[in-house]
């Protein structure tokens, strides 16, 4: 079983930055693929970014390209989302997720832990 725990998220001006953390245990992160979602009140949980085990791939979503990085420090059993540039519609909560395949999903139902969720709300 693995138990994931996020957090760092809150209240943030457009234009800002926030680095949400995702602390895991019962289970090495170095043998998990991570990824991070989003679900934003009335809409589906969508897909932010995701990380191989090694950290030497990772996949993000088209909304986040070039404003988001996904990292993981496995020796520290955390993963990482340094969010720069947000925007009011980043404004979700944010959760983190471990999927115990190989390869780096995009669907929410490929990843088999999930965590609690963090609260990130972006103001204009």
């Known amino acids: 079983q693995v138990q994931l725990v996020e957090s760092g998220g809150g209240l943030v001006q457009a234009g800002g930055s926030l680095r949400l953390s995702c602390a895991a245990s019962g289970r090495t992160l170095s043998s998990l693929v991570m990824g991070w979602f989003r679900q934003a009140p009335g809409k589906e949980r969508e897909f932010v970014a995701g990380?191989?085990?090694?950290?030497?791939?990772?996949r993000y979503a088209d909304s986040a390209k070039g404003r988001f990085t996904i990292s993981r420090d496995n020796a520290k059993n955390t993963l990482y989302l340094q969010m720069n540039s947000l925007k009011p519609e980043d404004t979700a909560v944010y959760y983190c997720?471990?999927?115990?395949?190989?390869?780096?999903?995009?669907?929410?139902?490929?990843?088999?832990?999930w965590g609690q969720g963090t609260q990130v709300t972006v103001s204009s």
């Open positions: 990380i191989s085990r090694s950290s030497g791939s990772t």
């Open positions: 997720a471990a999927d115990l395949r190989v390869l780096v999903g995009t669907s929410a139902n490929m990843y088999d832990y």
